[in-house]
């Protein structure tokens, strides 16, 4: 059960391009192309090439669009483009394409995984390889956990358990379905990851697939957007348990693939992939997206090891100062801009477990501090561990250190939203977006609106009531 993503470009390719809908709008359609799953798996083989063909189907959009629309980069003169730009300036709208593809990736991957799912009952496995099997199941459990949570995270209304979130999709072609409640969705994304705990076996250890701790990653960053304090503290627990935090030398060298310090769950990106840098930086070296003069204002470029990695001054001895995201340059000369997909950090748990401990009614903020200081220690050169007097200033600093730390990995725009907090840039930011300079929870940009393509197709659903005007 070792095998990479590799596998899927010999056999779970063809199973799956002939198995898998193109997106969600397609759902109420069955096309004549697609085979019948019993007919694609037959043994356990068949299940891990299947299983492979849901990860690899999984893209960068939640990066994007976090980039975008909040306040960690700026789009400079030389992003003729387009690419972004308009979710940039916040004037997207249900035809743009850029909103459009987290919808389509996530629902094409959640269509994947349950085909292998609907069939995997039925394969037979010799009693070797039913630990395989049931390890297939939790896996795929938790991949439709995280695809339906990133797909609320984008689409939902809004966060609160009676409002609209996205429509939750536990088997294929189920015709034209309505919006299940944020509350209906959570409930799914939480059964589906206590299954998947119970099945895959903590032996596992491939961090390119969904491991024991990647399971309980997603679950204690579920249990935040829920408000769920205490399983969040659980969950975060046990990845901090089980993965250091990566040291200040070592802290690089995530960036460039040279170690898996610190990660938890990441895609790994080979030759063929699309390349993440290019969300940043194209092929010709065109700088689309910058590091935001806000974000390198937040950070110490002296004594914190992540200015530098993350950020890079392509003119350093020019009057004109020309900078970019450096973050996923990767290690290859040769394959510039390809790096791996680091979806879950061990930096992300301390960071959750600090908000959730400052967050509870009874506020443990020792324990709160305690976890905020551990990870600056690794991350500041010269840092002396600070202790707060209120929640509130303690939460703040945990908002500002998520800020700092998670830039550029699709947590920005969301951790705003979900603390309904303005989006705000500096004039300097916002130079080739005048007036895109502060966006607030009553505007209509602050949100996604469901894409046109599937209001079209799916008359049950409902648009976002920002874009009903």
Same mark, same amino acid.
């Given at each position: 059960?070792?095998?990479?993503?590799?596998?899927?470009?010999?056999?779970?390719?063809?199973?799956?391009?002939?198995?898998?809908?193109?997106?969600?709008?397609?759902?109420?359609?069955?096309?004549?192309?697609?085979?019948?799953?019993? !007919?694609?798996?037959?043994?356990?083989?068949?299940?891990?090439?299947?299983?492979?063909?849901?990860?690899?189907?999984?893209?960068?959009?939640?990066?994007? !669009?976090?980039?975008?629309?909040?306040?960690? #980069?700026?789009?400079?003169?030389?992003?003729?483009?387009?690419?972004?730009?308009?979710?940039?300036?916040?004037?997207?709208?249900?035809?743009?394409?850029?909103?459009?593809?987290?919808?389509?990736?996530?629902?094409?991957?959640?269509?994947?995984?349950?085909?292998?799912?609907?069939?995997?009952?039925?394969?037979?496995?010799?009693?070797?390889?039913?630990?395989?099997?049931?390890?297939?199941?939790?896996?795929?459990?938790?991949?439709?956990?995280?695809?339906?949570?990133?797909?609320?995270?984008?689409?939902?209304?809004?966060?609160?358990?009676?409002? #609209?979130?996205?429509?939750?999709?536990?088997?294929?072609?189920?015709?034209?379905?309505?919006?299940?409640?944020?509350?209906?969705?959570?409930?799914?994304?939480?059964?589906?990851?206590?299954?998947?705990? +119970?099945?895959?076996?903590?032996?596992?250890?491939?961090?390119?697939?969904?491991?024991?701790?990647?399971?309980?990653? !997603?679950?204690?960053?579920?249990?935040?957007?829920?408000?769920?304090?205490?399983?969040?503290?659980?969950?975060?627990?046990?990845?901090?348990?089980?993965?250091?935090?990566?040291?200040?030398?070592?802290?690089?060298?995530?960036?460039?693939?040279?170690?898996?310090?610190?990660?938890?769950?990441?895609?790994?990106?080979?030759?063929?992939?699309?390349?993440?840098?290019?969300?940043?930086?194209?092929?010709?070296?065109?700088?689309?997206?910058?590091?935001?003069?806000?974000?390198?204002?937040?950070?110490?470029?002296?004594?914190?090891?992540?200015?530098?990695?993350?950020?890079?001054?392509?003119?350093?001895?020019?009057?004109?100062?020309?900078?970019?995201?450096?973050?996923?340059?990767?290690?290859?000369?040769?394959?510039?801009?390809?790096?791996?997909?680091?979806?879950?950090?061990?930096?992300?748990?301390?960071?959750?477990?600090?908000?959730?401990?400052?967050?509870?009614?009874?506020?443990?903020?020792? #324990?709160?501090?305690?976890?905020?200081?551990?990870?600056?220690?690794?991350?500041?050169?010269?840092?002396?561990?600070?202790?707060?007097?209120?929640?509130?200033?303690?939460?703040?600093?945990?908002?500002?250190?998520?800020?700092?730390?998670?830039?550029?990995?699709?947590?920005?725009?969301?951790?705003?939203?979900?603390?309904?907090?303005?989006?705000?840039?500096?004039?300097?930011?916002?130079?080739?977006?005048?007036?895109?300079?502060?966006? +607030?929870?009553?505007?209509?940009?602050?949100?996604?609106?469901?894409?046109?393509?599937?209001?079209?197709?799916?008359?049950?659903?409902?648009?976002?009531?920002?874009?009903?005007?």
């Amino acid at each position: 059960m070792e095998k990479d993503m590799k596998t899927i470009h010999k056999k779970g390719m063809i199973a799956l391009c002939m198995l898998a809908s193109s997106c969600m709008s397609d759902l109420n359609i069955k096309s004549a192309e697609i085979i019948d799953q019993s !007919i694609a798996f037959k043994s356990v083989d068949d299940l891990n090439a299947g299983t492979l063909g849901a990860y690899a189907g999984l893209a960068t959009n939640t990066i994007s !669009i976090s980039t975008w629309i909040s306040d960690e #980069a700026t789009w400079p003169a030389e992003n003729t483009s387009g690419r972004g730009t308009q979710v940039f300036s916040w004037k997207q709208d249900a035809v743009n394409v850029d909103i459009a593809a987290a919808w389509t990736n996530f629902y094409m991957v959640l269509d994947r995984v349950n085909r292998v799912l609907g069939a995997l009952d039925d394969v037979y496995a010799t009693p070797q390889e039913e630990s395989t099997k049931q390890q297939l199941k939790g896996e795929l459990l938790a991949l439709r956990a995280f695809c339906h949570f990133e797909l609320l995270r984008h689409y939902a209304v809004d966060y609160e358990p009676a409002s #609209a979130g996205v429509p939750v999709m536990t088997r294929s072609y189920i015709g034209s379905p309505a919006r299940n409640t944020v509350q209906e969705v959570f409930a799914q994304i939480d059964t589906d990851l206590e299954t998947a705990k +119970t099945l895959i076996p903590t032996t596992f250890t491939n961090k390119n697939r969904i491991t024991r701790p990647a399971v309980a990653a !997603i679950q204690a960053r579920s249990a935040l957007w829920q408000k769920k304090w205490d399983v969040a503290i659980t969950a975060a627990t046990e990845v901090i348990n089980a993965i250091p935090l990566a040291s200040a030398t070592a802290f690089p060298d995530i960036w460039l693939d040279k170690t898996e310090a610190e990660i938890v769950w990441k895609l790994k990106r080979e030759a063929q992939d699309a390349r993440i840098g290019d969300i940043f930086r194209d092929g010709s070296g065109r700088v689309l997206f910058a590091p935001s003069y806000k974000w390198m204002n937040a950070v110490d470029a002296s004594k914190d090891v992540r200015f530098g990695v993350y950020a890079k001054d392509l003119t350093p001895t020019a009057t004109t100062r020309r900078w970019t995201v450096n973050k996923y340059v990767g290690g290859q000369p040769a394959l510039v801009n390809l790096a791996d997909v680091k979806l879950f950090r061990v930096a992300e748990m301390y960071l959750i477990r600090a908000e959730a401990y400052a967050s509870k009614t009874t506020v443990e903020l020792n #324990a709160a501090a305690s976890d905020l200081n551990a990870l600056r220690i690794q991350r500041i050169s010269g840092y002396v561990p600070q202790s707060f007097v209120t929640a509130a200033d303690l939460l703040d600093a945990v908002m500002l250190e998520r800020y700092r730390e998670l830039a550029f990995e699709g947590h920005r725009y969301f951790d705003l939203r979900r603390r309904k907090m303005n989006i705000t840039r500096t004039t300097a930011d916002a130079i080739m977006a005048p007036g895109a300079t502060l966006l +607030t929870p009553g505007d209509r940009g602050y949100y996604l609106p469901i894409p046109l393509k599937e209001l079209q197709t799916n008359l049950q659903i409902s648009q976002h009531p920002k874009y009903n005007d």
